[in-house]
């Protein structure tokens, strides 16, 4: 590969995507990060984010702090690494906040890429990954965890939300790939290898 590439993994919560993001971007030698929290201000702005006792906070407010994380993770993580020849694996992007604020949270998803789009001076992942995960499993691994103010959003925003994401990545197939999350570690991370192997991408 000769290029710097920037990859996004995306999908429901637990979905496997952290480990998949680490196992690949060990793979290709690029900067592992994250959103929200990829940036010291952005970890300030996540534990907000995920407070469950921060009650009131409106979606307008909620999608401004996610679109704030990622402009300060553009300035001080993905434009320097790209700059300066590396990669960038992240978990999640800009995708989440449309798939999370604008089908999750029913805030108009046109507006929200607008002020995304600024936010990170208009420098969109050029491949993303999703890890499709069936809507029982979701359900199921829900129930097992403590809940954060998102996960505890409730049963229909999280079915809008991977709605959400199955609309985005079937109607824009050059840059989504969907990837079946189910079965193991190895199993996984092969399918998204061959994927980006066929694409070029590897
Ligand atoms: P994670 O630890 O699985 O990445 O969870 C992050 C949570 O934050 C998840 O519930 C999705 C949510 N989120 C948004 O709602 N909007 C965003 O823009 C991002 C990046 C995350």
């Keep these: ?46 534990a907000i984010l995920h407070d469950n006792s921060v009650m009131n906070l409106t979606p307008r407010a909620e999608a401004l702090m996610t679109a ?10 993905v434009g320097p690494a790209l700059d300066g020849g590396r990669s960038v694996v992240s978990d ?25 789009d600024w936010a990170i001076n208009a420098c969109w992942p050029e ?25 505890a959003a409730g049963e229909a925003f999280h079915q809008r939300v991977i709605e959400g994401f199955r609309t985005m990545a079937s109607g824009n197939t050059e840059r989504w790939i969907t990837v079946d999350s189910r079965g193991s570690i190895d199993e996984v ?7 980006l192997t066929e694409r070029g991408v590897l």
Excluded: W
């Design 92 to 116: 999640r992007s800009l995708y989440s906040t449309l798939a999370y604020q604008g089908y999750g949270r029913e805030l108009d998803v046109e507006e929200l890429t607008i002020i995304n």
């Design 1 to 46: 590969m000769t290029s710097p590439h920037y990859i996004a993994f995306e999908g429901a919560e637990a979905c496997g995507k952290s480990t998949q993001a680490a196992l690949l971007a060990t793979r290709m030698d690029a900067v592992l990060t994250r959103e929200t929290g990829g940036t010291a201000v952005g970890a300030r702005l996540r």
């Design 189 to 195: 991370e092969a399918s998204i290898v061959a994927a």
């Design 127 to 151: 491949t993303v990954i999703f890890l499709d995960t069936p809507d029982e499993l979701i359900a199921e691994r829900l129930q097992e965890r403590e809940l954060d103010r998102f996960e």
């Design 68 to 77: 704030a994380d990622r402009a300060q993770h553009l300035a001080e993580v």
